[in-house]
Protein backbone atom coordinates (compact mmCIF):
# COMPACT_ATOMS: atom_id res chain seq x y z
CA UNK A 1 0.00 0.00 0.00
CA UNK A 2 2.91 2.48 0.55
CA UNK A 3 4.12 1.90 -3.05
CA UNK A 4 0.35 3.49 -4.16
CA UNK A 5 1.72 6.64 -2.58
CA UNK A 6 -0.48 9.54 -2.24
CA UNK A 7 -2.59 8.79 -5.05
CA UNK A 8 -5.51 7.21 -2.88
CA UNK A 9 -5.03 10.03 -0.07
CA UNK A 10 -5.97 12.56 -2.76
CA UNK A 11 -8.68 10.25 -4.36
CA UNK A 12 -10.54 9.94 -1.07
CA UNK A 13 -10.51 13.66 -0.21
CA UNK A 14 -12.11 14.97 -3.59
CA UNK A 15 -14.84 12.01 -2.73
CA UNK A 16 -15.14 13.31 0.65
CA UNK A 17 -15.33 16.91 -0.48
CA UNK A 18 -17.70 16.27 -3.15
CA UNK A 19 -19.87 14.20 -0.90
CA UNK A 20 -19.89 16.97 1.74
CA UNK A 21 -19.69 20.17 -0.16
CA UNK A 22 -23.96 20.41 -0.76
CA UNK A 23 -23.95 19.90 3.16
CA UNK A 24 -21.80 22.16 4.10
CA UNK A 25 -22.91 24.90 1.58
CA UNK A 26 -26.31 24.33 3.11
CA UNK A 27 -24.91 25.23 6.45
CA UNK A 28 -22.08 27.87 5.52
CA UNK A 29 -25.15 29.90 4.04
CA UNK A 30 -27.68 29.27 7.14
CA UNK A 31 -25.41 32.10 9.07
CA UNK A 32 -26.38 34.29 6.31
CA UNK A 33 -28.15 37.25 7.33
CA UNK A 34 -29.21 38.17 3.61
CA UNK A 35 -31.71 35.93 3.13
CA UNK A 36 -30.22 34.32 -0.23
CA UNK A 37 -28.24 31.12 -0.78
CA UNK A 38 -25.60 33.51 -3.53
CA UNK A 39 -24.31 36.51 -1.72
CA UNK A 40 -23.06 36.24 1.99
CA UNK A 41 -24.00 39.60 3.65
CA UNK A 42 -23.12 39.09 7.46
CA UNK A 43 -23.19 36.41 10.30
CA UNK A 44 -26.37 35.93 11.87
CA UNK A 45 -28.14 33.37 14.54
CA UNK A 46 -31.69 34.26 13.32
CA UNK A 47 -32.47 31.40 11.26
CA UNK A 48 -31.64 29.15 13.46
CA UNK A 49 -34.26 31.22 15.85
CA UNK A 50 -37.10 31.32 13.49
CA UNK A 51 -36.10 27.32 13.23
CA UNK A 52 -37.66 26.84 16.78
CA UNK A 53 -40.27 29.35 16.32
CA UNK A 54 -41.58 27.62 13.09
CA UNK A 55 -44.32 25.87 14.74
CA UNK A 56 -45.34 23.87 11.50
CA UNK A 57 -41.82 22.90 10.80
CA UNK A 58 -41.22 21.50 14.25
CA UNK A 59 -44.35 19.46 13.82
CA UNK A 60 -43.27 18.12 10.28
CA UNK A 61 -39.76 17.37 11.79
CA UNK A 62 -41.17 15.39 14.39
CA UNK A 63 -43.53 13.53 12.11
CA UNK A 64 -40.50 12.13 9.99
CA UNK A 65 -38.96 11.24 12.94
CA UNK A 66 -41.62 9.13 15.16
CA UNK A 67 -42.80 7.88 11.57
CA UNK A 68 -38.71 6.43 10.94
CA UNK A 69 -38.03 5.45 14.65
CA UNK A 70 -41.37 3.33 14.75
CA UNK A 71 -41.06 2.39 11.14
CA UNK A 72 -37.96 1.23 12.06
CA UNK A 73 -38.49 -0.83 15.03
CA UNK A 74 -41.84 -2.62 14.09
CA UNK A 75 -39.66 -3.74 10.80
CA UNK A 76 -37.01 -4.99 12.32
CA UNK A 77 -38.74 -6.78 14.85
CA UNK A 78 -41.27 -8.56 11.67
CA UNK A 79 -37.91 -8.53 10.04
CA UNK A 80 -35.71 -10.54 12.38
CA UNK A 81 -38.85 -12.93 12.45
CA UNK A 82 -38.75 -13.30 9.01
CA UNK A 83 -35.00 -13.82 8.88
CA UNK A 84 -35.58 -16.67 11.08
CA UNK A 85 -38.63 -18.24 9.41
CA UNK A 86 -36.34 -18.36 6.28
CA UNK A 87 -33.43 -19.87 7.80
CA UNK A 88 -35.20 -22.98 9.63
CA UNK A 89 -37.54 -23.59 6.82
CA UNK A 90 -36.88 -26.98 5.40
CA UNK A 91 -38.75 -26.74 2.22
CA UNK A 92 -36.29 -25.53 -0.22
CA UNK A 93 -38.29 -24.50 -3.14
CA UNK A 94 -40.36 -22.66 -0.11
CA UNK A 95 -37.42 -20.84 1.01
CA UNK A 96 -36.15 -19.76 -2.60
CA UNK A 97 -39.61 -18.61 -3.31
CA UNK A 98 -39.90 -16.55 0.36
CA UNK A 99 -36.32 -14.84 -0.54
CA UNK A 100 -37.03 -13.97 -4.34
CA UNK A 101 -40.37 -12.58 -2.99
CA UNK A 102 -38.27 -10.93 0.50
CA UNK A 103 -36.20 -9.28 -2.28
CA UNK A 104 -38.84 -7.96 -4.67
CA UNK A 105 -39.45 -4.87 -2.86
CA UNK A 106 -35.73 -3.93 -2.15
CA UNK A 107 -35.12 -3.85 -5.86
CA UNK A 108 -38.31 -2.16 -6.32
CA UNK A 109 -38.22 1.30 -7.44
CA UNK A 110 -40.16 3.52 -4.91
CA UNK A 111 -42.17 5.50 -7.67
CA UNK A 112 -43.85 1.36 -8.21
CA UNK A 113 -43.74 0.80 -4.03
CA UNK A 114 -45.45 4.03 -4.19
CA UNK A 115 -48.23 3.75 -6.78
CA UNK A 116 -49.20 0.14 -5.95
CA UNK A 117 -49.44 0.87 -2.15
CA UNK A 118 -51.39 3.92 -3.19
CA UNK A 119 -53.99 1.65 -4.76
CA UNK A 120 -53.48 -0.18 -2.01
CA UNK A 121 -54.90 1.97 0.70
CA UNK A 122 -57.51 3.30 -1.08
CA UNK A 123 -59.48 -0.10 -1.91
CA UNK A 124 -58.92 -1.13 1.66
CA UNK A 125 -59.71 2.46 2.66
CA UNK A 126 -57.12 3.77 4.99
CA UNK A 127 -57.32 7.05 5.39
CA UNK A 128 -54.11 8.84 3.40
CA UNK A 129 -51.82 10.43 6.00
CA UNK A 130 -49.99 8.73 9.17
CA UNK A 131 -51.00 5.16 8.87
CA UNK A 132 -50.44 4.79 5.33
CA UNK A 133 -47.06 6.81 5.56
CA UNK A 134 -46.31 4.29 8.37
CA UNK A 135 -47.71 0.94 7.47
CA UNK A 136 -45.56 2.23 3.61
CA UNK A 137 -42.27 2.80 5.76
CA UNK A 138 -42.54 -0.39 7.76
CA UNK A 139 -43.68 -2.19 5.04
CA UNK A 140 -40.23 -1.50 2.50
CA UNK A 141 -38.18 -1.84 5.73
CA UNK A 142 -38.56 -5.17 6.45
CA UNK A 143 -36.87 -6.84 3.59
CA UNK A 144 -34.15 -5.03 4.67
CA UNK A 145 -33.83 -5.91 8.01
CA UNK A 146 -33.79 -9.87 6.92
CA UNK A 147 -31.26 -9.64 4.50
CA UNK A 148 -28.96 -8.24 7.33
CA UNK A 149 -29.80 -10.53 9.66
CA UNK A 150 -29.87 -13.83 7.16
CA UNK A 151 -26.10 -13.70 6.91
CA UNK A 152 -25.87 -13.57 10.60
CA UNK A 153 -28.24 -16.99 11.06
CA UNK A 154 -26.02 -18.65 8.35
CA UNK A 155 -23.27 -17.84 10.07
CA UNK A 156 -24.25 -19.38 13.13
CA UNK A 157 -23.11 -22.49 13.73
CA UNK A 158 -25.76 -24.96 14.20
CA UNK A 159 -23.76 -26.89 17.38
CA UNK A 160 -24.42 -23.65 19.14
CA UNK A 161 -28.24 -24.80 19.58
CA UNK A 162 -27.62 -28.32 19.66
CA UNK A 163 -25.14 -27.21 22.91
CA UNK A 164 -28.03 -25.33 24.19
CA UNK A 165 -30.38 -27.98 23.78
CA UNK A 166 -28.18 -30.51 25.65
CA UNK A 167 -27.49 -28.03 28.57
CA UNK A 168 -31.67 -28.37 29.32
CA UNK A 169 -32.08 -24.81 27.44
CA UNK A 170 -35.53 -23.89 25.99
CA UNK A 171 -36.97 -23.15 23.29
CA UNK A 172 -37.70 -19.35 24.79
CA UNK A 173 -34.11 -19.16 26.30
CA UNK A 174 -32.02 -20.62 22.80
CA UNK A 175 -33.59 -17.66 21.08
CA UNK A 176 -32.72 -14.76 24.06
CA UNK A 177 -29.94 -16.21 24.91
CA UNK A 178 -28.55 -17.82 22.13
CA UNK A 179 -29.60 -16.85 18.87
CA UNK A 180 -30.57 -13.21 19.45
CA UNK A 181 -27.22 -12.45 20.81
CA UNK A 182 -25.33 -13.70 18.07
CA UNK A 183 -27.28 -12.09 15.69
CA UNK A 184 -27.48 -9.13 17.27
CA UNK A 185 -25.10 -6.99 14.61
CA UNK A 186 -27.12 -8.26 11.89
CA UNK A 187 -30.59 -6.91 13.97
CA UNK A 188 -28.93 -3.19 14.75
CA UNK A 189 -27.10 -2.64 10.96
CA UNK A 190 -30.86 -3.82 10.31
CA UNK A 191 -32.61 -1.44 12.22
CA UNK A 192 -30.29 1.66 11.46
CA UNK A 193 -30.47 0.78 7.69
CA UNK A 194 -34.32 0.75 7.85
CA UNK A 195 -34.10 4.22 9.95
CA UNK A 196 -32.12 6.09 7.08
CA UNK A 197 -34.26 4.34 4.19
CA UNK A 198 -37.15 5.64 5.83
CA UNK A 199 -35.65 9.12 7.33
CA UNK A 200 -34.62 9.38 3.23
CA UNK A 201 -37.70 8.18 2.03
CA UNK A 202 -39.53 11.00 -0.29
CA UNK A 203 -40.85 8.89 -3.43
CA UNK A 204 -43.28 6.16 -1.71
CA UNK A 205 -44.00 9.09 1.19
CA UNK A 206 -44.98 11.85 -1.81
CA UNK A 207 -47.42 9.12 -3.24
CA UNK A 208 -48.79 7.67 0.01
CA UNK A 209 -49.49 11.11 2.07
CA UNK A 210 -52.67 13.10 2.09
CA UNK A 211 -53.11 16.62 2.57
CA UNK A 212 -52.94 16.60 6.45
CA UNK A 213 -49.70 14.73 6.91
CA UNK A 214 -45.89 15.98 5.44
CA UNK A 215 -42.64 14.39 6.37
CA UNK A 216 -39.24 16.68 6.15
CA UNK A 217 -38.89 15.21 2.15
CA UNK A 218 -42.34 16.18 0.77
CA UNK A 219 -42.07 19.67 2.86
CA UNK A 220 -38.87 20.56 0.92
CA UNK A 221 -40.09 19.26 -2.37
CA UNK A 222 -42.92 21.26 -2.41
CA UNK A 223 -40.64 24.54 -1.31
CA UNK A 224 -38.00 23.82 -3.35
CA UNK A 225 -39.75 24.97 -6.71
CA UNK A 226 -41.59 28.12 -4.96
CA UNK A 227 -37.82 29.22 -3.10
CA UNK A 228 -36.73 27.75 0.39
CA UNK A 229 -36.33 29.73 3.19
CA UNK A 230 -33.23 29.85 5.18
CA UNK A 231 -34.58 28.47 7.94
CA UNK A 232 -34.51 25.23 6.19
CA UNK A 233 -30.51 25.60 5.74
CA UNK A 234 -30.26 25.90 9.31
CA UNK A 235 -32.58 22.79 10.04
CA UNK A 236 -30.54 21.26 7.68
CA UNK A 237 -27.07 22.10 9.81
CA UNK A 238 -29.09 21.05 13.25
CA UNK A 239 -29.98 17.78 11.58
CA UNK A 240 -26.10 17.27 10.12
CA UNK A 241 -24.58 18.27 13.71
CA UNK A 242 -26.94 15.95 15.73
CA UNK A 243 -27.32 12.91 13.12
CA UNK A 244 -23.32 13.12 12.65
CA UNK A 245 -22.67 13.74 16.39
CA UNK A 246 -25.48 10.90 17.49
CA UNK A 247 -23.45 8.06 14.66
CA UNK A 248 -19.89 9.08 15.98
CA UNK A 249 -20.94 8.39 19.29
CA UNK A 250 -22.49 5.35 18.70
CA UNK A 251 -19.16 4.00 17.09
CA UNK A 252 -16.83 5.12 19.30
CA UNK A 253 -19.13 3.97 22.14
CA UNK A 254 -19.57 0.70 20.12
CA UNK A 255 -16.23 0.25 19.00
CA UNK A 256 -13.77 0.38 22.14
CA UNK A 257 -15.01 -2.33 24.55
CA UNK A 258 -14.72 -4.26 20.68
CA UNK A 259 -11.23 -4.27 20.00
CA UNK A 260 -9.90 -6.66 22.67
CA UNK A 261 -13.42 -8.96 22.52
CA UNK A 262 -12.90 -9.23 19.14
CA UNK A 263 -9.50 -11.39 19.24
CA UNK A 264 -11.40 -13.37 21.49
CA UNK A 265 -14.11 -14.30 18.98
CA UNK A 266 -11.98 -15.59 16.63
CA UNK B 1 -27.41 -42.82 20.81
CA UNK B 2 -30.46 -41.89 23.19
CA UNK B 3 -29.59 -38.60 23.84
CA UNK B 4 -29.14 -37.85 20.16
CA UNK B 5 -32.31 -39.28 19.41
CA UNK B 6 -33.96 -37.04 22.21
CA UNK B 7 -32.13 -34.11 21.18
CA UNK B 8 -32.91 -34.58 17.11
CA UNK B 9 -36.87 -34.63 18.73
CA UNK B 10 -36.47 -31.24 20.39
CA UNK B 11 -34.83 -30.05 17.92
CA UNK B 12 -37.58 -30.74 15.12
CA UNK B 13 -40.07 -29.25 17.94
CA UNK B 14 -38.21 -26.30 18.54
CA UNK B 15 -37.47 -25.59 15.05
CA UNK B 16 -41.53 -25.99 14.32
CA UNK B 17 -43.06 -24.12 17.00
CA UNK B 18 -40.51 -21.13 16.78
CA UNK B 19 -41.47 -21.27 12.75
CA UNK B 20 -44.71 -21.42 13.65
CA UNK B 21 -44.79 -18.17 15.60
CA UNK B 22 -42.91 -16.21 13.85
CA UNK B 23 -43.91 -16.94 10.32
CA UNK B 24 -47.51 -14.67 11.33
CA UNK B 25 -46.24 -11.51 10.79
CA UNK B 26 -43.52 -11.74 8.02
CA UNK B 27 -46.25 -14.15 5.69
CA UNK B 28 -48.87 -11.61 6.18
CA UNK B 29 -46.32 -8.78 5.01
CA UNK B 30 -45.68 -10.81 1.99
CA UNK B 31 -49.39 -11.12 1.34
CA UNK B 32 -50.72 -7.69 2.03
CA UNK B 33 -47.66 -5.63 0.96
CA UNK B 34 -45.32 -7.55 -1.56
CA UNK B 35 -47.91 -9.75 -3.52
CA UNK B 36 -51.12 -8.07 -3.27
CA UNK B 37 -49.73 -4.72 -4.50
CA UNK B 38 -48.34 -5.98 -7.96
CA UNK B 39 -51.43 -7.90 -8.35
CA UNK B 40 -53.11 -4.62 -7.60
CA UNK B 41 -50.78 -2.66 -10.56
CA UNK B 42 -51.50 -5.86 -12.53
CA UNK B 43 -55.17 -5.32 -12.80
CA UNK B 44 -55.24 -2.27 -13.31
CA UNK B 45 -53.36 -2.14 -16.20
CA UNK B 46 -56.21 -3.19 -18.10
CA UNK B 47 -58.53 -0.45 -17.54
CA UNK B 48 -59.03 3.10 -18.50
CA UNK B 49 -59.91 6.08 -17.03
CA UNK B 50 -63.60 5.26 -16.98
CA UNK B 51 -63.31 1.96 -15.53
CA UNK B 52 -63.77 -0.67 -18.28
CA UNK B 53 -61.79 -3.01 -18.72
CA UNK B 54 -59.56 -2.63 -22.44
CA UNK B 55 -56.16 -3.92 -23.85
CA UNK B 56 -55.72 0.32 -24.93
CA UNK B 57 -53.08 1.01 -22.47
CA UNK B 58 -50.66 -1.95 -23.60
CA UNK B 59 -51.50 -0.64 -26.77
CA UNK B 60 -50.55 2.75 -26.25
CA UNK B 61 -47.28 1.49 -24.14
CA UNK B 62 -45.92 0.21 -27.60
CA UNK B 63 -46.11 3.59 -29.31
CA UNK B 64 -42.77 5.56 -30.03
CA UNK B 65 -43.62 7.80 -26.96
CA UNK B 66 -43.19 5.44 -24.00
CA UNK B 67 -40.95 3.03 -26.29
CA UNK B 68 -38.58 5.88 -26.56
CA UNK B 69 -39.32 6.91 -23.12
CA UNK B 70 -37.94 3.45 -21.63
CA UNK B 71 -34.87 3.37 -23.94
CA UNK B 72 -33.74 6.99 -22.56
CA UNK B 73 -34.49 5.85 -18.96
CA UNK B 74 -32.48 2.68 -19.83
CA UNK B 75 -29.62 5.07 -20.87
CA UNK B 76 -29.79 7.44 -17.85
CA UNK B 77 -29.54 4.43 -16.14
CA UNK B 78 -27.10 2.39 -17.74
CA UNK B 79 -24.88 6.14 -17.00
CA UNK B 80 -25.34 6.71 -14.07
CA UNK B 81 -24.98 3.04 -12.69
CA UNK B 82 -21.75 3.01 -14.92
CA UNK B 83 -20.32 6.39 -13.36
CA UNK B 84 -21.51 5.60 -8.90
CA UNK B 85 -19.07 2.01 -10.17
CA UNK B 86 -16.36 4.06 -11.96
CA UNK B 87 -16.28 6.81 -8.63
CA UNK B 88 -17.46 3.63 -5.79
CA UNK B 89 -15.07 1.05 -6.69
CA UNK B 90 -11.29 2.75 -5.97
CA UNK B 91 -12.79 4.46 -3.14
CA UNK B 92 -14.21 1.80 -1.00
CA UNK B 93 -10.72 -0.39 -2.38
CA UNK B 94 -8.69 2.86 -1.00
CA UNK B 95 -11.32 2.89 2.53
CA UNK B 96 -10.43 -0.88 2.93
CA UNK B 97 -6.51 0.04 3.58
CA UNK B 98 -7.13 3.05 5.74
CA UNK B 99 -6.46 2.32 9.06
CA UNK B 100 -9.69 3.19 10.89
CA UNK B 101 -11.41 1.94 7.68
CA UNK B 102 -15.03 1.09 9.73
CA UNK B 103 -14.84 4.99 10.51
CA UNK B 104 -14.40 6.58 7.35
CA UNK B 105 -17.24 4.40 5.92
CA UNK B 106 -18.87 5.61 8.16
CA UNK B 107 -18.52 9.19 7.10
CA UNK B 108 -19.15 8.03 3.47
CA UNK B 109 -22.79 6.87 4.81
CA UNK B 110 -23.29 9.84 7.14
CA UNK B 111 -24.16 12.05 4.42
CA UNK B 112 -27.03 9.66 2.88
CA UNK B 113 -28.32 10.17 6.31
CA UNK B 114 -28.81 13.84 5.45
CA UNK B 115 -32.10 13.85 3.53
CA UNK B 116 -32.18 13.55 0.24
CA UNK B 117 -34.05 16.34 -0.63
CA UNK B 118 -32.25 18.61 1.07
CA UNK B 119 -28.95 17.68 -0.85
CA UNK B 120 -30.64 18.02 -3.86
CA UNK B 121 -31.60 21.51 -3.18
CA UNK B 122 -28.30 22.02 -2.12
CA UNK B 123 -27.16 21.22 -5.37
CA UNK B 124 -29.18 23.77 -6.97
CA UNK B 125 -27.64 26.09 -5.29
CA UNK B 126 -24.71 24.93 -5.50
CA UNK B 127 -25.19 24.62 -9.65
CA UNK B 128 -27.07 27.79 -10.03
CA UNK B 129 -25.90 30.42 -12.36
CA UNK B 130 -24.65 32.23 -9.41
CA UNK B 131 -23.46 29.52 -7.46
CA UNK B 132 -19.92 28.92 -6.19
CA UNK B 133 -19.46 26.42 -9.27
CA UNK B 134 -19.63 29.25 -11.60
CA UNK B 135 -17.86 31.47 -9.87
CA UNK B 136 -15.12 29.16 -10.08
CA UNK B 137 -15.76 28.70 -13.84
CA UNK B 138 -15.67 32.57 -14.23
CA UNK B 139 -12.37 32.78 -12.28
CA UNK B 140 -10.64 29.84 -13.74
CA UNK B 141 -11.48 31.86 -17.08
CA UNK B 142 -14.08 29.46 -19.14
CA UNK B 143 -17.23 32.06 -18.33
CA UNK B 144 -20.37 31.23 -16.55
CA UNK B 145 -21.99 27.93 -17.68
CA UNK B 146 -25.35 26.72 -17.61
CA UNK B 147 -24.68 23.49 -15.45
CA UNK B 148 -28.47 22.82 -13.78
CA UNK B 149 -31.07 21.60 -16.00
CA UNK B 150 -28.79 19.65 -18.27
CA UNK B 151 -28.16 15.72 -18.64
CA UNK B 152 -24.84 16.41 -16.85
CA UNK B 153 -26.32 18.18 -13.70
CA UNK B 154 -29.04 15.07 -13.42
CA UNK B 155 -26.61 12.12 -13.91
CA UNK B 156 -24.31 14.19 -11.75
CA UNK B 157 -26.52 14.80 -8.66
CA UNK B 158 -27.95 11.01 -9.40
CA UNK B 159 -24.54 9.44 -9.00
CA UNK B 160 -24.00 11.70 -6.40
CA UNK B 161 -27.21 10.13 -4.32
CA UNK B 162 -26.06 6.59 -5.47
CA UNK B 163 -22.55 6.42 -4.59
CA UNK B 164 -22.66 5.09 -0.68
CA UNK B 165 -24.89 2.45 -1.88
CA UNK B 166 -22.54 2.00 -4.21
CA UNK B 167 -19.77 1.73 -2.04
CA UNK B 168 -21.31 -0.12 0.66
CA UNK B 169 -21.64 -3.49 -0.85
CA UNK B 170 -18.46 -3.34 -2.56
CA UNK B 171 -16.81 -2.51 0.59
CA UNK B 172 -18.05 -5.35 2.34
CA UNK B 173 -17.01 -7.92 -0.64
CA UNK B 174 -13.13 -5.95 -0.42
CA UNK B 175 -13.03 -6.40 3.26
CA UNK B 176 -14.27 -10.16 3.48
CA UNK B 177 -11.33 -10.84 0.78
CA UNK B 178 -8.20 -12.67 2.18
CA UNK B 179 -5.11 -10.45 1.78
CA UNK B 180 -3.40 -13.89 1.34
CA UNK B 181 -4.75 -14.34 -1.66
CA UNK B 182 -3.60 -10.86 -3.48
CA UNK B 183 -0.13 -12.01 -1.66
CA UNK B 184 0.13 -15.35 -3.54
CA UNK B 185 -1.35 -13.81 -7.00
CA UNK B 186 1.96 -11.38 -6.76
CA UNK B 187 4.49 -14.08 -5.10
CA UNK B 188 3.41 -16.05 -8.25
CA UNK B 189 4.22 -13.32 -10.40
CA UNK B 190 1.27 -11.67 -10.92
CA UNK B 191 1.30 -7.72 -12.01
CA UNK B 192 -1.20 -5.45 -9.71
CA UNK B 193 -3.43 -4.99 -12.87
CA UNK B 194 -3.42 -8.88 -13.37
CA UNK B 195 -3.92 -9.04 -9.77
CA UNK B 196 -6.66 -7.13 -9.71
CA UNK B 197 -7.98 -8.49 -13.08
CA UNK B 198 -7.90 -12.38 -12.00
CA UNK B 199 -8.41 -12.51 -8.17
CA UNK B 200 -9.47 -9.07 -7.03
CA UNK B 201 -12.33 -8.37 -9.80
CA UNK B 202 -14.09 -11.98 -9.71
CA UNK B 203 -13.80 -12.49 -5.69
CA UNK B 204 -15.87 -9.05 -5.35
CA UNK B 205 -17.71 -9.04 -8.57
CA UNK B 206 -21.00 -9.93 -6.18
CA UNK B 207 -20.46 -6.77 -4.10
CA UNK B 208 -20.55 -5.03 -7.37
CA UNK B 209 -23.78 -6.63 -8.68
CA UNK B 210 -25.45 -5.94 -5.18
CA UNK B 211 -24.33 -2.22 -5.43
CA UNK B 212 -25.77 -1.93 -9.61
CA UNK B 213 -28.81 -3.74 -8.22
CA UNK B 214 -29.30 -1.26 -5.76
CA UNK B 215 -28.43 1.57 -8.16
CA UNK B 216 -30.06 0.64 -11.58
CA UNK B 217 -33.39 -0.01 -10.46
CA UNK B 218 -33.81 2.94 -8.82
CA UNK B 219 -32.08 4.87 -11.47
CA UNK B 220 -34.85 3.84 -14.02
CA UNK B 221 -37.63 5.36 -11.64
CA UNK B 222 -36.33 8.44 -10.46
CA UNK B 223 -38.63 10.91 -10.74
CA UNK B 224 -37.98 14.15 -8.03
CA UNK B 225 -34.52 14.40 -9.80
CA UNK B 226 -35.42 15.01 -13.03
CA UNK B 227 -37.91 17.91 -11.41
CA UNK B 228 -35.74 19.78 -9.78
CA UNK B 229 -32.44 19.45 -11.46
CA UNK B 230 -32.96 18.33 -14.90
CA UNK B 231 -35.94 20.76 -15.49
CA UNK B 232 -38.40 17.93 -16.94
CA UNK B 233 -35.59 17.92 -19.60
CA UNK B 234 -35.24 14.03 -18.69
CA UNK B 235 -37.66 11.72 -18.57
CA UNK B 236 -37.51 8.62 -16.94
CA UNK B 237 -40.04 5.11 -16.45
CA UNK B 238 -40.78 7.26 -12.89
CA UNK B 239 -41.26 10.35 -14.13
CA UNK B 240 -43.82 8.95 -16.21
CA UNK B 241 -45.68 6.78 -13.66
CA UNK B 242 -45.42 9.89 -11.05
CA UNK B 243 -47.55 11.60 -14.01
CA UNK B 244 -50.05 9.20 -14.82
CA UNK B 245 -51.05 8.71 -10.98
CA UNK B 246 -50.83 11.99 -9.30
CA UNK B 247 -51.62 14.48 -11.97
CA UNK B 248 -53.63 13.05 -14.75
CA UNK B 249 -54.56 10.43 -12.30
CA UNK B 250 -55.18 8.18 -14.71
CA UNK B 251 -53.82 5.18 -12.67
CA UNK B 252 -54.63 2.30 -15.64
CA UNK B 253 -51.82 3.73 -17.71
CA UNK B 254 -49.75 4.35 -14.79
CA UNK B 255 -50.09 0.79 -13.63
CA UNK B 256 -49.43 -0.01 -17.29
CA UNK B 257 -46.02 1.30 -17.17
CA UNK B 258 -45.27 0.12 -13.59
CA UNK B 259 -45.93 -3.54 -14.57
CA UNK B 260 -43.17 -2.87 -17.62
CA UNK B 261 -41.12 -1.41 -14.84
CA UNK B 262 -41.52 -4.47 -12.36
CA UNK B 263 -40.45 -6.57 -15.61
CA UNK B 264 -37.56 -5.23 -16.04
CA UNK B 265 -36.83 -5.47 -12.86
CA UNK B 266 -37.71 -9.12 -12.62
CA UNK B 267 -35.32 -9.79 -15.44
CA UNK B 268 -32.88 -8.39 -13.20
CA UNK B 269 -33.09 -9.65 -10.19
CA UNK B 270 -33.57 -12.98 -11.99
CA UNK B 271 -30.19 -12.64 -12.86
CA UNK B 272 -28.80 -11.35 -9.74
CA UNK B 273 -30.53 -14.59 -7.79
CA UNK B 274 -28.97 -16.80 -10.18
CA UNK B 275 -25.90 -15.33 -9.21
CA UNK B 276 -26.44 -15.61 -5.10
CA UNK B 277 -27.29 -19.28 -5.91
CA UNK B 278 -23.92 -19.68 -7.11
CA UNK B 279 -22.43 -17.85 -3.95
CA UNK B 280 -24.66 -19.93 -1.49
CA UNK B 281 -23.53 -23.30 -3.43
CA UNK B 282 -20.02 -21.93 -2.63
CA UNK B 283 -20.51 -21.24 0.58
CA UNK B 284 -21.65 -24.95 1.09
CA UNK B 285 -18.46 -26.75 0.09
CA UNK B 286 -16.28 -24.68 1.98
Do not use: C
Amino acid sequence: MERNGKLPKIYLTAVFLVLYAPIFYLIFYSFNSGGTMSHFESFTWEHYAAVFEDKRLIIILLNTVVVALLSALISTAIGVMGAITIHYMKNKAMRNAMLSMNSILMVSPDVIIGASFLILFTLVGIKLGFASVLLSHIAFSIPIVVIMVLPKLQEMSPTLIDAALDLGATRKEIMSRVILPFIKPGIFAGFFLALTYSLDDFAVTFFVTGNGFSTLSVEIYSMARTGVTLTINALSGLIFVITAGLILGYYFITNRPKTPARGVKR
Amino acid sequence: MMRDLKRMVRRMKTNRASLRLSMVPYSLWIILFVIAPIGLIVYYSFFDLSGNFTFDNYKNFFTSVYLKLTVSSFWYAFLITFFSLLISYPTAYFLTKLKHKQLWLLLIIIPSWINLLLKTYAFIGLMGLYGPVNALLETVGIGKQQILFTDFSFVFVSVYIFIPFMILPIFNALDKLNPALIDASRDLGANAWTTFRRVIWPLTLNGVKSGVQVVFIPALSLFMITRLIAGNKVITLGTAIEQQFLVTQNWGMGSTIAVFLILFMVVILLLTTANERGMAGSGKKR
